[in-house]
């Protein structure tokens, strides 16, 4: 399988490197040459350009277009005079219902990926083989989804060593905003009431004092501001209602303190401890392969 990877960030330099390490031939392209550069030093890529037009010499038959979320379609737009018509061309966005039906139209052999793995680093200085080793890669087939293609891709994510669950892109959208884009706004918003501390000198004790769990508590908030806002973005639906409902629940958490209804708040948070323990993440076991209607 020859893959080229159009985007050579954290997430595509990843790929690149993962694939390569497991003896695929992979093309890169990207913005400026000094990333292509780096990824040729690092061994990511056999070869790499900064032109759509190079990858045709290349014939891929994988594309995973691994641009910002905002540059998927209009990359896609781009690459299809260079495709041959057995190409399958995959993303890796965190947001898929934006992108999912209009790429199909584009390209019919397009399948909507997303691999649940990051850091709060950017760029191929910060890509690593082993990135995506155990995570789930979700991938979103719809109804006019072609099945060799889902096969491809499918191949291609056991090949980064990770696990994929298959949904359709609304399912997705929703399911990403409970557990990934809502903790990034809820990070963001205990660190802003943090900082809004009026008396210097409590404020510089409680940075002083904080310890792993306003660590772990903050952490998404500290993160890549660009991302937060192509979550908010392209997911704002989703979004708004988990919001909703955090507001609600931390409302009601707010009235049982209020009235010192104690009781109440301990069967709560018995509740939140047996419900921590529902998430995979949370205990050594598989991920199911797969969660919600499969299409094509
Ligand atoms: P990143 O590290 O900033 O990398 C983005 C790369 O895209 C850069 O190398 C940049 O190239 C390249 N690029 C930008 N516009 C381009 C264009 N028009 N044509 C070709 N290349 C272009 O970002 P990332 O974290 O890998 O995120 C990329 C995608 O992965 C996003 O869609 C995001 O939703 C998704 N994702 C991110 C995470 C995460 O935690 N970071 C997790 C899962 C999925 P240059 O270096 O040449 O400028």
New binding site residues.
Partial sequence: MRIAI???????GSLALKLTEKGYPVWG????PA?CQQALQRGAVQGCGTELAQLARFDPQVVLI????D??LT?LAALVPYLSAETVVS????VKQPIVAPATELWPLFVGG??M???SL???QAAEAGLFRGRPYVLTPIAKTQPQALAAMKKLVAAVDAEAVCTDPARHDQAVAWISHLPVMVSAGLIAAVSQEADPAILHLARTLASSGFRDTSRVGGGIPQ?GL?MARHNRQALLTTLCSYRAQLGQIERLIEGERWDELLLVLQRTQQEWQQFPVNQPRRVPQDLGNEEG
């Fill in positions: 159009v985007g050579l960030g954290l997430i595509g392209m990207s913005r400026t990333t691994c641009t910002p979320l540059q998927v990359t993303d890796v966005g965190s997303h691999p793995a990051g850091k950017q760029g191929i991302l192509e």
